[in-house]
Every structure is written in structure tokens, then in C-alpha cells.
């Protein structure tokens, strides 16, 4: 299994999402501290659930990051984070609209 599906479960069982998106972004990366052939090193998760409302950013930042020590211990160098509950709105759908 790979690292990204790995995440992608565990944020799932964890957190019953409405929306998960888990993207492997360490080919942007590439020849920076951390990176490794093979990728799998950076990762960026948009993630949206009912379990993180009334949770202020950092304890939902604390949530994700505690679920993920292994992956963290073990070979991810970077987890960008973009953490919302249900009831907050999408800031990329506003980016999209703007346009």
C-alpha cells in the first residue's frame, strides 16, 4: 500500500470525512531537503468533517498530526494541511468564483 493511501485511510476511519483529498506533491520537491527518489516524501491533505467543529486550527492541526506520527516518523517530510469542518465554507470554491 502506499503511503498516500495509507494517509488517505487513516484519515478516513479517524474522521469520516465529506471531503478528502490526499495529494502527493513531492515531485515539486525534487533536489529540496527531504525529497527521495520515489517520492511519497511531501504531501499536501484538504480535508473536511464534522468531527473538527468546534476545534480551533491548532488542535485540528494536533488531530491529524497525532494519527499520523508513523508516516511522520517514517519517511514524510512535509504535510501541508488544509483542515475544515462541514459547516465552514470551501475558501477554494471562493478562488474559483473570484475568477
Known amino acids: 500500500m502506499t503511503v498516500r493511501q ?4 487513516k484519515l478516513t476511519a479517524a474522521f469520516s470525512p ?3 483529498n490526499v495529494i502527493d506533491e513531492s ?3 525534487r533536489g529540496h531537503g527531504g ?3 520515489g517520492g511519497e516524501t511531501h504531501f499536501r491533505v484538504q480535508i473536511a468533517a464534522a468531527a473538527f467543529e468546534g476545534m480551533n486550527r491548532v488542535a485540528r492541526h494536533r488531530a491529524i498530526n497525532e494519527l499520523l506520527v ?3 516518523a ?3 517530510h512535509a504535510l501541508a494541511l488544509e483542515i475544515r469542518a462541514d459547516s465552514e465554507p470551501d ?3 471562493a478562488r474559483v468564483a473570484d475568477v
Open 27 to 29: 515531485e515539486k520537491h
Open 35 to 37: 525529497w527521495r527518489e
Open 6 to 9: 495509507t494517509i488517505a485511510d
Open 91 to 93: 475558501p477554494r470554491a
Open 74 to 76: 517514517g519517511g514524510v
Open 70 to 72: 508513523d508516516e511522520l
Open 18 to 20: 465529506s471531503f478528502l
